[in-house]
């Protein structure tokens, strides 16, 4: 078996940190001209993403949103993300369940390398070696955008490929193949992956008669070059509403919630514009645990690290005495938990009921309960992932882990 670990080392170089747990998360795939580029050891310019749900394209576009990602642009096809000095493409025409489905859309087999992420292992077409050794070009007839291809053999012969007359005729009847009856069909054949904008190039609309003559009078200053689809207008546009991105382009609505008398999205963010289409409203709960830090003896007996005569009771439930509260952390706010450093520290995690808990801040903030079962010191390898945790479970139940009806899904307090 061929090893490839200095592949690997190199693609994920060039990735930036704060993307690779939602890459890896929603099992993205990293297909096409950046594999290329890897095993024919030229510069990477950019990296296309392609998902195998629509729920991973919109888990991982809202995963970016407050990392310092920036999206520039986007279209019916792709999403184009600035991610400090390489721009990545999520790949938004379709959605790919398996490699194979990838492959079958990619125009030539020297293209048809992936990365599976969540995987770590290359995939490859069994062309994609010898025919990029060979600089060979190779066409598949079964791909989704064949005009595109055209302009594509030029930009693989600038960099020392060739290609047969065969294939060019391959090519050809593909294109002839097609079946094209209005502007938005040609808009969609010859759209840019790059957030090029059709609607400036293409200049009528299906409200007029479909003519070839007058898509070719649009044409006719269509530049040719590999740098035209990438549309420099938009370079220092960042788009900032994510969840209208994400709404357009996967029709999914991003999930917010009510707290207080304030809407927040999953990242704790105040919502404004909340009663927009693109949000899908709900009412927050909250989890069924809760988190603090105390003090452990040798022991092996917990106590309060503010008041130093309270214990902790592993297996009883905890009641303040006449004189305190209970104060805890949800499970959001461990990382910024008081006592965290303190000497003999240790995490404890208590169950709590919903009717037990008197008032909260916020999902990071401090707690107030009127009583709680201590059920376990969380070991420390737990802690990080613990806390590392969004507003939103992914399942159909809410976060007490009650199960949701449809009613309740789809229900609004408006």
Partial sequence: MENFDFE??????????????????????????????????REINDVDLYFRTWENLADFLYSLEGTGNIILSYTDKAVLIKSEKILFQAVCFDIFPAIEDIFNKFDFTVCMGAYSVKESEFYFHPDFLKDNSQRNIRFNPGTAFPLMSLLRVDKYKNKGYGISKTEVLRIALTCMNLKINSYDEVKEQIGGMYGLNIDNIIKHDNSEEFSIKNVLNDLQNLHVDDGYFINNDLAQTEISNFAKVVYDVTGIKQKIFKWGLSYYDLSGHIVRDFKNEMYDVGELFVTDKVYKYVRKNEDGRYFSHYKNSFEYRLGETIIPDSHGNLYFVFQYGINGCQYSNSTNSVLIECDVEKGDIITFSSPYGTVNVSK?????????????????????DKSPVNLFGEQVSDEEKNESPF
Avoid: H, Q
């Fill in 372 to 392: 709680c079962k201590f059920i376990r010191e969380v070991p420390k390898e737990e802690i990080e992932e613990l806390g590392d945790y969004r507003l939103v």
């Fill in 8 to 41: 690997k080392r190199k693609l994920w170089s060039i990735i930036p940190p704060v993307m690779e747990e939602s890459l890896i998360d929603n099992d993205v795939i990293i297909a096409g001209g950046a594999i290329t580029s890897l095993f024919t050891n």
